[in-house]
């Protein structure tokens, strides 16, 4: 991560979210625990009022597709994503912590600081991202297909299936032509 990060928010765009796990470390590695990353990425949606336009969890890593959210900063609504699915202390920690860690051997921080964010702007970017977003399951090896990764938004724009997070709640923003 570049250390003199500049962000540029407050433009009405949408953003392409990018973070990863601490030393790229597969800590999402099993169903249960990228699940729970859902279910923070929706108690965040809800919580920020921001529109998700697309996402996938990866064993290592997150990418996301956003809308700037209608209360607080994107960087605010990722620091909930984070300590909600990851261990804030080693004596106080919420349900889905203590599912999150219940089979873990990990004693290192969960999450890498700080995230990458590239403003997307037209149509073409955002489609581009999208389908970066969903191949990328299957240029990993992790599926065969798109489909086949329950843990992206691939589902919903191919069979209109509703998974544990939202999508294209638009109470706001209205996509770049």
């Not at 991560?1 to 540029?8: A, E, G, N, V």
């Not at 909600?84 to 999150?100: A, D, G, K, P, Y």
Request: glycine share 4%; charged share 30%.
């Amino acid at each position: 991560m570049p250390r003199k990060l500049r962000r540029y928010q407050d433009t009405g765009q949408l953003h392409f979210i990018t973070f990863s796990c601490y030393q790229r470390r597969p800590f999402l590695r099993t169903a249960r625990k990228r699940d729970i990353f859902l279910r923070a990425l929706e108690q965040a949606r809800r919580r920020f009022g921001f529109v998700v336009v697309g996402y996938v969890v990866m064993p290592e890593h997150v990418h996301l597709l956003v809308s700037e959210p209608d209360q607080g900063s994107l960087a605010t609504a990722i620091q909930l994503m984070k300590q909600t699915s990851s261990r804030i202390s080693h004596r106080r920690r919420s349900s889905l912590q203590q599912e999150l860690f219940a089979d873990s051997e990990v004693r290192s921080p969960f999450w890498q600081t700080r995230y990458y964010d590239f403003n997307v702007g037209t149509a073409k970017k955002r489609i581009e991202k999208l389908k970066y977003i969903h191949r990328n399951p299957v240029t990993r090896g992790l599926c065969g297909k798109p489909e086949d990764w329950r843990w992206s938004s691939y589902r919903w724009y191919r069979q209109e299936e509703r998974g544990m997070v939202l999508l294209n709640q638009w109470p706001k923003i209205k996509l770049a032509a």
